[in-house]
């Protein structure tokens, strides 16, 4: 189990620092007035899906490469993840998270010039103000829900006994990055509680609101966790049960 949290702890970390990073360093507003002037959304939308991939197939065999409380959640529904390593995952992606998110602030509070978080955004999540093109709270949810249900779906299938060995770490980055390409106007893309949490503890008003991206993530995943095993039931299995069982 230790090594398995301190994968979750590194993955989660090197998610944020790529992801959040790229958005802060190389494409927020105090790059330049313009914000496609630096790597533009795709950029940022390619640096978190970069992340999960390259962690995905650092660590993903030692924990199961979650790096996401929402993906641990779904997975526990799923019968991919005991009960008993949820907690702890999500306690180790939640640190391995904020621990970025400090080295982040290290490193931007040390630019010519000073830095200011209300000003630059610091990567957070949000609504209304929060929100890039100041979307409401309700698209926010909605946004968050369905893409989080949609990305735990892409996990469950692609790392399926039935699917392709060793290809879902691109199937999931590439996910994350086609998700972050719809979202980062209306939410700056969450889909991930510890990614969410880390940047907002640098900003009351967005943890204030961090309870959307608690609440939609998780229900999304909850729901794909559910529902995978149910419209994609492994039918070898159900053979292989009813030849063992007569009476069914």
Same mark, same amino acid.
Not at 98 to 121: H, K, N, P
Not at 224 to 236: D, H, K, Q, S
């Given at each position: 189990?230790?090594?398995?949290?301190?994968?979750?702890?590194?993955?989660?970390?090197?998610?944020?620092?790529?992801?959040?990073?790229?958005?802060?360093?190389?494409?927020?507003?105090?790059?330049?007035?313009?914000?496609?002037?630096?790597?533009?959304?795709?950029?940022?939308?390619?640096?978190?899906?970069?992340?999960?991939?390259?962690?995905?197939?650092?660590?993903?065999?030692?924990?199961?490469?979650?790096?996401?409380?929402?993906?641990?959640?779904?997975?526990?529904?799923?019968?991919?993840?005991?009960?008993?390593?949820?907690? /702890?995952?999500?306690?180790? *992606?939640?640190?391995?998270?904020? #621990? $970025?998110? %400090?080295?982040?602030? &290290? !490193?931007?509070?040390?630019?010519?010039?000073?830095?200011?978080?209300?000003?630059?955004?610091?990567?957070?999540?949000?609504?209304?103000?929060?929100?890039?093109?100041?979307?409401?709270?309700?698209?926010?949810?909605?946004?968050?829900?369905?893409?989080?249900?949609?990305?735990?779906?892409?996990?469950?299938?692609?790392?399926?006994?039935?699917?392709?060995?060793?290809?879902?770490?691109?199937?999931?980055?590439?996910?994350?990055?086609?998700?972050?390409?719809?979202?980062?106007?209306?939410?700056?893309?969450?889909?991930?509680?510890?990614?969410?949490?880390?940047?907002?503890?640098?900003? /009351?008003?967005?943890?204030? *609101?961090?309870?959307?991206?608690? #609440? $939609?993530? %998780?229900?999304?995943? &909850? !729901?794909?966790?559910?529902?995978?095993?149910?419209?994609?039931?492994?039918?070898?299995?159900?053979?292989?049960?009813?030849?063992?069982?007569?009476?069914?």
């Amino acid at each position: 189990m230790t090594s398995r949290l301190l994968a979750e702890l590194i993955g989660t970390f090197i998610l944020v620092l790529g992801g959040c990073g790229t958005a802060i360093f190389a494409a927020s507003a105090w790059v330049s007035e313009d914000f496609n002037a630096g790597v533009g959304f795709l950029g940022v939308a390619l640096a978190f899906g970069l992340s999960v991939l390259v962690s995905a197939y650092a660590f993903g065999h030692i924990s199961g490469g979650h790096f996401n409380p929402a993906v641990t959640l779904g997975a526990l529904l799923a019968g991919r993840v005991e009960p008993r390593a949820v907690l /702890p995952y999500c306690a180790a *992606q939640i640190l391995g998270g904020s #621990l $970025a998110a %400090l080295v982040i602030y &290290a !490193l931007v509070t040390q630019q010519a010039g000073g830095y200011s978080i209300s000003e630059s955004g610091f990567a957070l999540n949000g609504y209304g103000e929060l929100s890039p093109f100041g979307y409401s709270m309700g698209a926010v949810l909605l946004a968050e829900f369905v893409l989080t249900f949609l990305f735990l779906l892409v996990i469950l299938g692609s790392t399926d006994s039935r699917a392709p060995v060793g290809f879902a770490p691109i199937a999931i980055g590439l996910a994350l990055t086609l998700i972050h390409l719809v979202s980062i106007p209306i939410s700056n893309t969450s889909v991930n509680p510890a990614r969410s949490l880390a940047v907002a503890w640098f900003s /009351p008003e967005a943890l204030g *609101q961090v309870w959307v991206f608690l #609440l $939609a993530p %998780l229900a999304g995943a &909850a !729901l794909a966790g559910v529902l995978y095993p149910m419209i994609f039931p492994n039918t070898e299995e159900v053979i292989l049960e009813r030849e063992d069982d007569p009476a069914q």
